[in-house]
Nanobody, 128 residues
Framework: QLQIVESGGGLVQPGGSLNLSCLAS????????TAWFRQAPGKEREGVSC????????KYVDSVKGRFTVSRDRVANVVYLQMNNLQSDDTAVYFC?????????????????????WGQGTQVTVAS
């Protein structure tokens, strides 16, 4: 069974930090570009960041540039999203995904049906 599990979400005050982890089972996540998406209540799911399979290319949505950092440990088969200076607008469920779209100019994909494997999501709440 192909499965992705996210962890590391929680409640944090504005300006705080969280480090999300994405762990795959049943397949090798290192073979895929990997992305983080988020979905806030009443809003569409949006791409936040992606990292290439080799780990050399990354991309971020404008709203998180300079605050979020995506990385991967290819030995441990884990992808991370370090989130700093969190703001209330960052409150959402964060999803990790094994991508079929390369992490480049065509990411994020318009059709989320192209995602190969979705995680179940982890809640991030930024509030004082």
């Amino acid at each position: 069974q192909l499965q992705i599990v996210e962890s590391g979400g929680g409640l944090v005050q504005p300006g705080g930090s969280l480090n999300l982890s994405c762990l795959a089972s049943g397949f090798n996540l290192d073979y895929y570009p990997t992305a983080w998406f988020r979905q806030a209540p009443g809003k569409e799911r949006e791409g936040v960041s992606c990292i290439s399979a080799a780990g050399y290319a990354t991309k971020y949505v404008d709203s998180v540039k300079g605050r979020f950092t995506v990385s991967r440990d290819r030995v441990a088969n884990v992808v991370y999203l370090q989130m700093n200076n969190l703001q209330s607008d960052d409150t959402a469920v964060y999803f990790c995904a094994a991508e079929s779209t390369p992490c480049g100019t065509l990411w994020p994909p318009r059709d989320l049906g192209t995602i190969k494997v979705w995680g179940q999501g982890t809640q991030v709440t930024v509030a004082s």
